[in-house]
């Protein structure tokens, strides 16, 4: 078990530039999720998908921000446009459907962006 | 909406002492409550939940925390802290009320365990 690994790590871009970063979850799990944290505070809640659908969205994913996992596998976060208020750590978090772990989600390391 | 209060932003015990880290909830439904601990450079590690059943749950690294749920509370305890326990806490909740995934997290608590 390799845990949730995400990439980058680190981040710096330019404000107006277009960053993407990457999760792959735990193999056997089939749900996915994106949060952001940023410093202080605990994680804010960005999306959530069941294999490759997008089931849930936070309001605060806006138009700018996009989210896919197109194979059921590894998904990708974008942020276009970027903004100085986009500087946070984007965390994934990856989840089995059933069973005695219904419901963990297990972090990755997280992708800190800072935007310049 | 669910919400999360984590009402302490540092929490100091010596070590041998027991630890209690406070959390409290509102939630329309049901909760789903958990704990996670974060370490400096290391990601959120999931440490116990509370979903349904027994009221006190034991969790890793002899942690454990009690569900009250007319206090609205899931406190985080243990019985001997030790100085490696020093790290960054979350109380987090998922609303089965609403059906949705997302879980909310506390603002969290910085456990300082002292020699």
């Known amino acids: 078990d390799t845990g949730v690994s995400q990439d980058p790590r680190h981040k710096i871009t330019k404000r107006g530039q277009n960053v993407t970063f990457r999760c792959d979850p735990i193999?056997?799990?089939?749900?996915l999720y994106w949060y952001r944290q940023t410093l202080g505070q605990g994680p804010e809640f960005l999306t959530y998908?069941?294999?490759?659908?997008?089931?849930?969205k936070s309001r605060l994913l806006s138009d700018r921000f996009s989210a896919e996992r197109p194979k059921g596998s590894f998904s990708t976060l974008e942020i276009q446009r970027t903004e100085q208020g986009d500087s946070a750590m984007y965390l994934c978090?990856?989840?089995?459907?059933?069973?005695?772990?219904?419901?963990?989600?297990?972090f990755g390391p997280g992708t800190r962006l800072t935007v310049t | 909406a669910q919400s999360v209060a984590q009402p302490e932003d540092q929490v100091n015990v010596a070590e041998g002492n027991p630890l209690t880290v406070k959390c409290t909830y509102s939630?329309?439904?049901?909760?789903?409550l958990f704990w996670y601990v974060q370490y400096p450079n290391r990601g959120l590690q999931f440490l116990l939940k509370?979903?349904?059943?027994?009221?006190l749950v034991k969790g890793s690294y002899g942690f454990e925390a009690e569900f009250n749920k007319s206090q609205t509370s899931f406190h985080l305890k243990k019985p001997s802290a030790l100085v490696s326990d020093s790290a960054l806490y979350f109380c987090?909740?998922?609303?089965?009320?609403?059906?949705?995934?997302?879980?909310?997290f506390g603002s969290g608590t910085r456990l300082q365990v002292q020699p």
């Open positions: 509370y979903i349904t059943g027994d009221n």
């Open positions: 939630v329309s439904g049901n909760p789903y």
């Open positions: 998908f069941q294999n490759e659908a997008q089931l849930e």
């Open positions: 987090a909740v998922r609303d089965m009320g609403t059906g949705r995934r997302a879980l909310t």
């Open positions: 193999s056997e799990h089939n749900r």
């Open positions: 978090a990856s989840s089995l459907e059933g069973g005695t772990h219904l419901d963990e989600q297990y």
